[in-house]
Every structure is written in structure tokens, then in C-alpha cells.
């Protein structure tokens, strides 16, 4: 149904601001109850394709003009983050190891404290330039076998992904910060200017919560872009 | 419909991972057809509240269980930000000024080049501190009337929507920066660290662009969240 009604929107060719015909005309054109029009309504308006005005009735959404290319609610891995912006992405891995979450990881990931972990610390690097800094903890048993026995400068969601444990959704929150000092010193990577840091906790379709993340992207490199709506 | 199936999670005690009722369960439960239940379901995948998994079934979602308390998709004032943070709010009006659009400007608001435009500069106090550097630009008409007869520390939005000019909707990009030295150096902000740095543009319902705006948030106290999804 809100497919037919999106295709109407096509096919009259109706703009941002332009009224849309009412629930019992488009009832009446479809031949279907009012209340299956109205669900349909109400899913184009949350896609933010419509917009009801009180008393006025419905109209082509100005957010449907604004074209956002590669929203922030969207989840993309890093690599879907760089390639996406034309970068050609290389990795390098600087430390791997095993280890017993912290108090912030525990929390984060939902584990008993002292539960066993994996940490991955890498560089990505768009066109050889240093994009993003990554630093993920997974729970041990979301990837298991040794851990030498794996190629790490891959991409992370695709190796959980491989084990059952596709990341549908996260909780990222991003802040303006400095590289912690110890990283700019021992990889050489002071000077290059504030970084966007995404902290993110990342969830499969059941809830299990697989990745934490802090990833720090270069701020002169990478933004992210969001649609607004009161 | 949606708000019935919502009802019913609700009351089943349903969690992140359980499996919600058939689209055949739901209808006959609710003596509807199941077009109906389709589109009431999409409408909550679309909120994220049910999961479709391949082959499975729907899922109450992961999603439901994270927290945004003030997501970045919700369009807020920067008053709305820092009250929501618990700050107690004041301004101080670095500049007020009429003037003619600059190319970025006239394109952000899509105006004619040279259109007449006010511009705004304020600093945004949070318990004192200063938390937000705002630079904000306006179509002349949006703000009818002499500029000098207007307190322009209290809210823009509210000012804008009193003429008809409500902000429902505005496409941000977020990158991390430091404050232009100008800046720094003319109201005495060095040395502060990092800001985030949010540049977005405000839609009226009727798709009128009336707020071009580049505010930078301090980096060490705000930060933004958001929820992802594949």
C-alpha cells in the first residue's frame, strides 16, 4: 500500500509542499479501507516522505529534497565508511591480543567483569593517509579458534558476521577529542588535529552486544551527515 | 493498528530476541486483514521496534533495549541541547548584522546571490562555561522588522517560528575541528581543546529553508548520540 502511495507521489510528480490527496481519496483510488491508508500514511511519514500539518492535511515532505548520501543511521563497517567516500582502504594492525574486559568493556558489552576478551587496535588508512584509528573489543567467544590463525587487517563485522553474529544495529556517540597521547607518541601520529570519536556498542538481530568501539576519524578527513526532524 | 500490536508486545512482556506472533496469528487476534497487520508491522520495523529475520520470523529488536535519550535525529535548539544536559543556559551576543549572502550561504538557503541576510554570532553558556560558539545566518524576510528591536539572546527557532517560520526538519553534517582562530583569539576561546563542529540547515514544513547555522559545541562536554541500523 504505501508503495502504491509513494509510486502516486512519482507519477503526479508532487514536490516538497505539495498537498497529497486525503485518506478517503486515496481509500477510494486504491479501493482499501481507510485504515489500511492511514498505516500507509503513517509509514511514509516516518520515512519522513510526508509531513501532516494540523488541520491541513498532508504534504510532500521538505526532508524529501534533502538528500543525505550516506546517513549516520545508517550502520556501515569503517571500510563501508572510507570506500564510500572514494578512498582506497588499507589496514594495519597494531597490537591483537587476548585478554579480561575491563570495567567500561564489561559494561558496554554486557559481560561479566574479568569475562574473557579480544582487542584489536588498527590504523586504516584512506589513499595510505591515516583515517581512522579503531579500536574494537569483541566477547572471546564471538570469534573462536587462536587468534593467530586469523588475517585481522580484514573487515571485522564481515568475520563476526561470518560466526553468526551480524552487527543489525548500534549505539554510537560521537564527541570532538584529541588522539589519546600515548597513540600519537608510540604511532606517530601527532599533529594531524582533532578527531571525530564514534563510540559504539554493536548488536545483532537478537540483542547480543558483539563489538565495542572507538573509532577515531582524522577531522579534517571525515564527516558524518544526519536528517533532523522535530 | 501499529499501536495495538505495540500494546501487545507490551503486555506479553516481550523482549530484545523473542519472537513476535504471524502476520496469520495477528490478524485473526485482532480480527483485521493482513494487509493491515503488514503495514502496521513495517511501521514498526521502520521504528525499529520488531526485526525481520529471513526465513524466521519477526523479532522484538535489539534496538529496542538501547537508550537514546536525546538522539541526534530528534531536531532540538542549541537551549533544547544544553537544558536537556542539565546546564543552566545564557548568551551573550557577540554580533548582529545585516548584510548580503555569501556564496556558501546563498547556496545553503538557496538564495539568490547577494540576497539580504541577518547574521548572528553568540556564545551559548552552560553553568557559565562556554559551550557553544553559534553562527547563524537568516533570510532577511524570515525576521521582519529593524534589527535593533529585538533581544536576540533568547531563541532564534522560537523567534523564526513566531513568523511562521517553524524549523521541522534540518540536514546536519558533524566534523571535529578547532574553533577558527579569529575566533579564539577576538573573544578569548584558545586553548580549549577540540569542538564539534555541527553545520546544518533548517526546512519549514513547507520545505523553506530559513536557518543556516555552523555551531560549535565544545568537545570535552558535548557530544551527540545516535542509533544505527543496517
Chains 1, 2 share one sequence.
Request: hydrophobic residues 40%; aromatic residues 6%; charged residues 20%.
Amino acid at each position: 500500500m504505501h508503495q502504491q502511495i509513494s509510486a502516486l507521489i512519482a507519477q503526479l510528480g508532487l514536490k516538497p509542499g505539495d498537498r497529497l490527496h486525503t485518506e478517503s481519496e486515496l481509500s477510494e483510488l486504491f479501493g482499501v479501507s481507510r485504515s489500511t491508508v492511514r498505516e500507509a500514511l503513517r509509514l511514509l511519514e516516518q520515512q519522513g516522505v510526508v509531513n501532516a500539518v494540523q488541520g491541513q492535511g498532508r504534504f510532500i515532505s521538505a526532508s524529501g529534497s534533502l538528500r543525505v548520501e550516506r546517513p549516520m543511521t545508517k550502520y556501515e563497517s569503517i571500510t563501508e565508511v572510507l570506500t564510500g567516500r572514494g578512498y582506497a582502504v588499507t589496514s594495519a594492525v597494531l597490537s591483537i591480543e587476548e585478554g579480561t574486559a575491563t570495567p567500561e568493556e564489561a559494561e558496554a558489552l554486557e559481560l561479566e567483569s574479568d569475562a574473557p576478551v579480544i582487542r584489536l587496535l588498527r590504523i586504516r588508512y584512506g589513499d595510505d593517509k591515516p583515517l581512522v584509528v579503531s579500536a574494537n573489543t569483541m566477547p572471546r567467544e564471538t570469534l573462536p579458534g587462536p587468534i593467530d590463525h586469523r588475517d585481522w587487517s580484514g573487515s571485522l563485522t564481515a568475520a563476526l558476521a561470518a560466526h553468526g553474529n551480524r552487527v543489525t544495529s548500534a549505539l554510537a556517540t560521537i564527541s570532538a577529542v584529541e588522539l589519546p597521547e600515548e597513540w600519537q607518541a608510540r604511532y606517530s601520529l601527532g599533529g594531524l588535529g582533532p578527531w571525530l570519536r564514534v563510540f559504539e556498542v554493536g548488536l545483532t538481530a537478537t540483542g547480543r552486544r558483539v563489538l565495542y568501539a572507538l573509532d577515531y576519524h582524522l577531522g579534517s578527513e571525515i564527516s558524518f551527515s544526519v536528517l533532523r526532524r522535530s
